[in-house]
């Protein structure tokens, strides 16, 4: 299995913070990497898929990047609705694994 | 809007059997490819399961594999996940998800909660 490793595993930062997550796949990926937003309570919910591609509503201040085995979702300006975990997944082959999650908390 | 509901979701033994159901709405569901993935309490997710649009194939993570049965009735837009000879560690969250090629998980539901406990 292609094991998925996200750094860090939290970070607090501030509202209008410049945030970045990274994910590390154990082999080639090439782009086949998503982003996911869990908040408790809710549906967890697609940020960007195939590495880059902005899922449709989500808020441009998300962006992806990264191909092969390094990929970095980053959070231009933080809002109060970003504070969640964020997990990576990997659709390069089966089973489609995650990664361990970044939780972002309020400083 | 797309809408999935899931459903099910109990306490049960070690052993023992449980079927959820995930309702879906608001889209043309024979069309979708579905899947469950799931999120033990404190840990991550971790995909369990997926179905084509016609039902006719199945995958599943080894960690489910013989145990768990995937399957869909269109007539109804309902997805199913039948459960047998559950361990404590299939103790999560269980949310259906519609998904796309390359494989990514574009709408989700809240989820059902499993307990397998004595």
């Known amino acids: 299995d292609i094991q998925m490793t996200q750094s860090p595993s939290s970070l607090s930062a501030s509202v209008g913070d410049r945030v970045t997550i990274t994910c590390r796949a154990s082999q080639s990926i090439s782009n086949y990497l998503n982003w996911y937003q869990l908040i408790p309570g809710k549906a967890p919910k697609l940020l960007i898929y195939t590495a880059s591609s902005l899922q449709s509503g989500v808020p441009s201040r998300f962006s992806g990047s990264g191909s092969g085995t390094d990929f970095t979702l980053t959070i231009s300006s933080l809002q109060p609705e970003d504070f969640a975990t964020y997990y990576c997944q990997q659709s390069y082959s089966s089973p489609y694994t995650f990664g361990q999650g970044t939780n972002l908390e309020i400083k | 809007e797309v809408q999935l509901l899931e459903s099910g979701g109990d306490l049960v033994q070690p052993g023992g059997s449980l079927r959820l159901s995930c309702a879906a709405s608001?889209?043309?569901?024979?069309?979708?490819?579905m899947s469950w993935v799931r999120q033990a309490p404190g840990k991550g997710l971790e995909w369990v399961s997926a179905?084509?649009?016609?039902?006719?194939?199945?995958f599943y993570a080894d960690s489910v594999k013989g145990r768990f049965t995937i399957s869909r009735d269109n007539s109804k837009n309902t997805l199913y996940l039948q459960m047998n000879s559950l361990r404590a560690e299939d103790t999560a969250v269980y949310h259906c998800?519609?998904?796309?090629?390359?494989?990514?998980?574009?709408?989700w539901g809240q989820g059902t909660l499993v307990t397998v406990s004595s």
């Open positions: 998800a519609t998904y796309r090629h390359p494989i990514h998980f574009d709408n």
């Open positions: 608001g889209f043309t569901f024979s069309n979708y490819p």
């Open positions: 179905i084509f649009g016609n039902g006719g194939t199945t």
